[in-house]
């Protein structure tokens, strides 16, 4: 996630600057669990009229989930919508994280952690949600022979073809449409994983 605020703040310099607030075990509930729990709820209400048997099935389940108020909006992505983010980490030559004293800064530890552009091979960071400052820790290497500032960075597909199921997965699927298990009606669908 790192190289992926790094890649905004570096590529889109009047971005506003980006904060990550981790959440504290124990201290985790959001709006985010209310969606999930109604999502979960009409999984279960329609999984009682029958099986759903391709990714479709859950998409309408989603957008059906809310009841009450506007549906659920579903991004559906497909793997060419995938970037290769280890690439860009590999391309920003990020270094072992050092504070200004030096010491080591561990991900582990960090509560918040803010990126800008203003300041794009650094990491702002608190280690306690008490902390009034930022702390800074340089997570780009500059090149000897090049400004960090003018690197070129090429964010890649993740995939550059469909990844597809292993061969003895897709004979199983297969053979459950074959034997009817799977109604022959999602025969496509199978046959195109």
């Known amino acids: 996630m790192i190289s992926m ?6 590529t889109l310099p009047n971005l506003r600057p980006i904060t990550h607030k981790y959440l504290v075990k124990g201290h985790t509930q959001n709006e985010g669990d209310s ?32 009841k009450k108020s506007e549906p659920f909006h579903v991004n559906e992505m ?7 983010w ?4 590999t391309q920003m030559n990020f270094a072992i994280m050092k504070d200004e004293d ?44 090049r400004n960090s500032q003018s690197i070129h960075l090429d964010l890649q597909k993740a995939y550059l073809q469909k990844p597809g199921l292993a061969e003895r997965k897709k004979a199983d699927l297969m053979d459950l449409v074959n034997k009817n298990l799977i109604p022959r009606y999602h025969k496509p669908f199978y046959e195109s994983l």
């Open 5 to 10: 605020y790094t890649y905004a703040v570096k």
């Open 35 to 66: 969606a999930h729990s109604q999502i979960e709820r009409e999984v279960k209400r329609q999984l009682r009229s029958g099986p759903m048997y391709t990714p479709d099935a859950f998409i309408g389940a989603i957008k059906a989930a809310r």
């Open 102 to 145: 030096n010491n080591t800064v561990k991900l582990a530890g960090l509560k918040i952690i803010k990126v800008q552009s203003s300041d794009p091979d650094a990491i702002f960071f608190k280690e306690s949600y008490a902390d009034e400052l930022f702390k800074k820790a340089i997570v780009v290497k500059k090149n000897r022979n």
């Open 86 to 89: 280890k690439s860009i980490c």
């Open 78 to 84: 497909c793997f060419d919508d995938f970037f290769d």
